[in-house]
């Protein structure tokens, strides 16, 4: 049974299960009205060998028409399942405007997977086709050359509010492909990046340092825990006043400073 399950949410969150095949996906759905669920969360669950191509929820999800919360975290999903899910996600966004409905997908997780490059351009046109996205986290454990893929959704997910790329894995051009991305865009609602855990050396900390006194000036969340070379650097100091000015603003002006 799952956690917790009303006509809207529908969540199995670490319950531990092992979904070995595609029947077993849509036994776990069955009796759910599948149209009037707007929160969906198989986070920290296992699919096995046989379901992980995501055929049954990719049924699944081609049904919610009303999803606003996807998190699918820790899954076991591969380039394949990640393609599947991504068409089915689609599919759903493509119903709605056939009737003259709005994208209703808020909040996408689907980190700690093995998506890689190879559903990269699937997953930005999932980004392209429910423009109201504003939290998005899918790059940690999702490979070493995830960068491309996440660089590649950046560029659709202009109204982000909330991005989290923690713990990532990547390699140093993989950092610079991603900062770049968040300089050629603009994100007027982007108030928080997660960037703990991962590998920045002086270069990424001097492009973000630029990137805070040319872009992202609603930003006011940072975090770079867990990085090497933090004391004593310039570029971090600076980066530090910079949203100290900000949150002394905000406090003089609670409606914000643009």
């Known amino acids: 049974m799952p956690t917790r399950s009303t006509s809207k949410v529908v969540d199995f969150r670490n319950q531990s299960l092992k979904l070995e095949s595609t029947a077993s996906v849509l036994e776990l759905f069955e009796g759910i009205d599948l149209t009037n669920v707007g929160k969906g969360v198989l986070t920290g669950n296992m699919l ?17 028409r009303n999803l606003k919360v996807v998190k699918l975290a820790n899954l076991g999903l591969n380039p394949q ?16 405007r056939v009737l003259n409905q709005p ?4 909040v996408l997780v689907i ?18 086709a429910h423009p109201n996205l504003t939290r998005l986290d899918m790059l940690h454990k999702n490979g070493a050359r995830g960068w491309k893929a996440e660089s590649d959704v950046l560029r659709m997910a202009k109204d982000l509010e909330y991005l989290d790329l923690s713990a990532c894995m990547l390699e140093s051009d993989g950092y610079v492909r991603i900062i770049a991305t968040l300089g050629q865009q603009t994100y007027p609602k982007l108030h928080t990046i997660e960037l703990g855990g991962n590998a920045f050396i ?13 872009k992202l000036h609603s930003l006011a969340t940072l975090d770079l825990s867990g990085n090497e070379d933090l004391e004593d650097n310039a570029d971090i100091s600076a980066i530090a006043e ?12 609670p409606r914000g400073i643009g």
């Not at 994208?103 to 808020?106: D, K």
């Not at 980190?111 to 392209?128: H, K, M, P, Q, T």
């Not at 910079?242 to 002006?253: C, D, F, G, P, W």
């Open 111 to 128: 980190s700690r997977n093995l998506l890689r490059d190879a559903s990269a351009s699937n997953w930005g046109e999932v980004i392209a």
């Open 103 to 106: 994208s209703n997908l808020r």
């Open 202 to 214: 002086e270069v990424h900390y001097k492009t973000l340092r630029g990137l805070f006194t040319s």
């Open 242 to 253: 910079i949203l100290e000015i900000r949150k002394s603003r905000r406090a003089t002006h």
């Open 81 to 96: 399942g990640g393609q599947t899910l991504a068409n089915a996600l689609l599919a759903s966004a493509k119903n709605s």
């Open 48 to 64: 096995g060998v046989a379901a992980a191509n995501c055929k049954g929820l990719g049924q699944i999800f081609r049904q919610m």
